[in-house]
């Protein structure tokens, strides 16, 4: 399945960027994983995930986040994910990553 | 009369993909709405991902899904012969709690209408759910 990850440093916000563009599923979960983890390992603090074109995700890419917010959470950082379609916003919902991430 | 779709399926993460279009064909066809073919499509991958991830220690390997159509409901199992885990140990996440463990199963549960999973240590997995055109009343 297709992925696209842009990445950018929002230095001016201090956050982390991302925009995810496709479908994380258990075939790409391990390459969104590395480039947050390079990214936490360059500098560690918030992240903004863009999930607007963001077509399909399940608990591989999940995991993920969840992951990445264990890591930063214990410094004092969060991870806000914005405009998530339905079924993404359905997922966040049921996992209860809504109450963190939203 | 049911229709039956049997597919046996490399253990290879890419190919999750795969069985979870064909699963959305399917739910198509028979006529499920939108929502209910996006559940579907997530409840199958995670069931084959669960396979994929934690079946065998090596990596060749195949499970089975097969599709049962019928008039009112869609049912869909996913089997293995891999090392199967203990369903009674299995600790379902708690909402608002960060944590990704069981996650697949849970979110499996509740996008489907009926779940049964059935696992023995050094047998396998097999996980059944099922989900209705229209959900049943009580």
Redesign the interface.
Same mark, same amino acid.
């Given at each position: 399945?297709a992925l696209s990850i842009n990445a950018n440093n929002n230095t001016e916000a201090g956050a982390w960027e991302f925009k995810l563009v496709g479908?994380v599923?258990?075939?790409n979960a391990h390459y969104f994983k590395n480039r947050l983890e390079a990214a936490l390992a360059e500098k560690k603090q918030n992240i903004l995930i863009d999930l607007a074109d963001l077509n399909?995700i399940?608990?591989?890419g #999940?995991?993920v986040i969840? &992951?990445a917010?264990?890591t930063i959470?214990k410094d004092g950082f969060g991870i806000k994910v914005t405009g998530p379609k339905?079924?993404v916003k359905? #997922?966040l919902g049921?996992? &209860?990553?809504d109450?963190?991430l939203c | 009369m049911a229709d039956r779709l049997k597919l046996h399926v490399p253990g290879k993460p890419e190919y999750v993909g795969t069985i979870r279009l064909a699963a959305a064909s399917v739910a198509s066809f028979a006529g499920f709405d939108i929502e209910a073919i996006e559940d579907i499509k997530v409840a199958i991958s995670e069931a084959c991902t669960n396979i994929v991830c934690h079946s065998h220690d090596e990596t060749d390997f195949a499970y089975d899904v097969i599709l049962d159509l019928e008039d009112i409901k869609l049912t869909i199992t996913v089997k293995d012969t891999g090392v199967g885990f203990g369903v009674d140990n299995y600790v379902e996440p708690i909402p608002g709690e960060v944590r990704g463990s069981g996650l697949g199963i849970f979110i499996i549960k509740a996008l489907m209408d009926e779940v049964d999973i059935r696992s023995e240590i050094g047998t396998g997995t097999n996980i059944s759910m099922t989900k209705y055109l229209q959900k049943r009343t009580a």
């Open positions: 399945m479908e599923d258990i075939s399909y399940d608990s591989t #999940l995991g969840i &992951g917010y264990g959470k339905d079924n359905k #997922l049921i996992s &209860g990553l109450k963190i | -």
